[in-house]
């Protein structure tokens, strides 16, 4: 930004058109915002990848299974045996459940869609265990396409009506699990938002020492958060644009933390400007004249890098590129527009009690990020390589990860009534027909389909075919938990028999047929996403630093932080917290957020480093930008490693994992790789770091005076 840009933007009169402005669109984003809950698709199908073999058989199932079918499953359980009295009144249960709003009808040649004991006797299949002390009655509902959204309140109302003395009561199936997944998710934008904002607001008091500076990022995050929330609404209600419960946490935790990240940089930089500019307004000119470069090409990278999500085959993944990109994009006109023009209309004294006057000494010059430069620089070599060592054993640690899968019972944080309905079945030797393999073929296949289905470990024998006009529907439960890894080798079981079935054209799709290609199409995108965000990086980097060897340094230092945090957080996820695996999504998130927004440090320091040398040479330079830049940086990631901890608050495992994974990965960033390991290689270096660029044409050893003050050489 060039400075009389910058100085239009905060000027006597212009600050107040921008804060008008502003506040406006605030105030017509705020009902819109408040809407965007309300367009959520948390529907398995609303994640899955077209091309999987599931879709394809889903939309070959029409004729048989209705979109928004919801099989759910009451589970009855009494110790010591369900007596006569209750097996009755079970029975009695089903019918008051066939009459309840939603149920689905019964397709021509499909078994009704309420089973009670008695129904499932003459279909073949036990609805009561062996030892008699648990039964299951089977409901399938239809409620369009929220249904899943509305499954709380079913899922009470059938509650109420199982009720039975002394009898424990559960709802499991996939109606079960909708029905926890909106409790999971309940609440989630007050919740994060109020989780966050707080986080933020104690790190910012600790920060600024000022009981009322806090207020300007705070407020001018919340106005980025209530613009991007409405923008992603009007896309997603009139363009499709897929947003569920974890794009829509991701957002807020997203914008809060990259909108403080942002102004802490901003806020800094000015309050540098006001120690050397007497007009507040010309201060904040040179500020942004400043800092703006550094802080676009940080929002352009993590954009840009969220955007390639978009090529991703997994919906959900490929829905989350736009919706940060998003809240990035206007987090960073916020920033550069509104805070500005807060702090120069507020003007010195919103600093209270350290205001910075006009000539007053930088704070910074004998701080410890200064005394750390100071022991780095005699001994540079020797502090990158053990530094890189250290970093390189952490990443050990990524042998034990396991992106098989969690099982439903796994990937919650607490316990869940679908997932204790689901083991009590298990435990009583019965099997959940709500879950099944679904396989359609063609007319004329169905004898030829059912025999292969028969026999196959897991596997129940295959209900009666269905055909309508040149579809055949076959239909079998498993076992096995819908998303385990059983559930997956019994569905790759089906599919290679029934594939073998000449003339059929054969699809297998069901619950476990989503899970498991769910799980390959995320492995799919780890391998081809991850490379593509790298070169991304890699060329925004070359462009900005005008370089070729400092951003390839740049990457692998990232490359190795993401390493080590993900190496560390999975000997913690396994020993620590005691979680059975990650979800196959996970890798690819962290590997986003870590390397997007780890970079963002990376430019922040060496953006300075550019501009030092411009003046004093690269290993001075860097050195001043260890000192000036170390105290913000440092706040900047502990707020962001503190508002990814708050995903923590919700009981889903994926996002527990992503949150601890991406605050220990922002830590070692800002604590290690960028203050020390990057500084270290700066150092010796020198104007090499530059190739092919002859940018630093002294190329020169430190003297003893420049190690022990560097910041007299601030431009």
Known sequence: MNRQLAGALTGRVTKWVVLVAWLLVAAGSAGFAAKLADVQNNEASSWLPESAESTRAFERLEPFQDPNAIPTVVVYHRDGGLTEADLAAIEEHAVEFAAMDGVAEAREGRPPSVVSPAVAEQLGFPAVSQDGSVAQTSATFDLGSEGWNKMPAVADELRDIADLGGVDVYVAGAGGQ????????????????????????????????????????????????????????????????????????????????????????????????????????????????????????????????????????????????????????????????????????????????????????????????????????????????????????????????????????????????????????????????????????????????????????????????????DVTFVEAAIGSDPASP??????????????????????????????????????????????????????????????????????????????AALGISVMLFEYVFGFAGSDPGFPLFAFVFLVALGIDYNIFLMTRVREETMHSGTRKGALVALTSTGGVITSAGLVLAATFLVLGTIPVVFLAQLGVAVALGVILDTMIVRSVLVTAINVDLGGRIWWPSRLDTEDRALTVDEVAAPMETVH
């Open 178 to 469: 909708a029905a926890d997944s909106a409790e999971a998710f309940g609440g989630i934008d007050t919740t994060l938002l109020a989780g966050t904002l707080s986080v933020v607001i104690l790190i910012l008091l600790f920060t600024y020492r000022s009981p009322i500076l806090w207020v300007l990022p705070i407020f001018s995050a919340v106005v980025a958060l209530f613009v991007s929330q409405a923008l992603i609404y009007f896309l997603a209600r009139y363009a499709d644009l897929t947003v569920n419960g974890q794009s829509y946490a991701i957002l807020t935790i997203l914008v809060i933390g990259a909108g403080t990240d942002y102004a802490l940089l901003l806020v800094a930089r000015y309050r540098e400007e006001l120690r050397r500019h007497e007009d507040r307004h010309e201060a904040m000119g040179f500020a942004l004249h400043r800092a703006a470069p550094a802080l676009l090409a940080s929002a352009a990278t993590v954009a840009l890098g969220m955007l390639c999500l978009m090529i991703a085959e997994m919906n959900s993944t490929a829905g989350l590129g736009p919706v940060a990109a998003i809240g990035i994009v206007v987090t960073f006109l916020v920033m550069i527009s509104l805070l500005p023009a807060l702090l120069v209309i507020t003007g010195r004294w919103i600093f209270w009690p350290r205001r910075p006057g006009f000539g007053s000494a930088e704070p910074t010059r004998t701080g410890f990020w200064a005394r750390v430069g100071r022991w780095i620089a005699p001994r540079p070599r020797k502090v990158w390589v053990v530094t890189t060592v250290l970093l390189a054993i952490a990443c050990v640690g990524l042998l034990r990860l396991d992106t098989n899968g969690l099982s439903t019972e796994d990937s919650y944080t607490q316990e869940f009534q679908s997932v204790t309905g689901q083991q009590v079945l298990v435990d009583a030797g019965l099997v959940d027909q709500s879950n099944t393999v679904m396989v359609v073929a063609d007319a004329g296949s169905e004898e030829a389909i059912a025999e292969a289905l028969t026999g196959l470990d897991d596997v129940e024998p295959p209900k009666p075919p269905v055909t309508s006009g």
């Open 486 to 563: 059983e559930a997956f080798a019994t569905v790759e079981r089906v599919r290679d028999a029934v594939h073998g079935v000449e003339g059929a054209d054969a699809l297998v799709g069901g619950n476990s047929a989503f899970f498991l290609d769910t799980r390959d199409a995320a492995n799919r995108d780890n391998l081809v996403i991850i490379p593509v965000i790298l070169v991304l990086v890699f060329f925004i980097l070359m462009l900005l630093l005008r370089s070729v060897l400092a951003p390839l340094i740049l990457i692998a230092t990232v490359v190795l932080s993401f390493g």
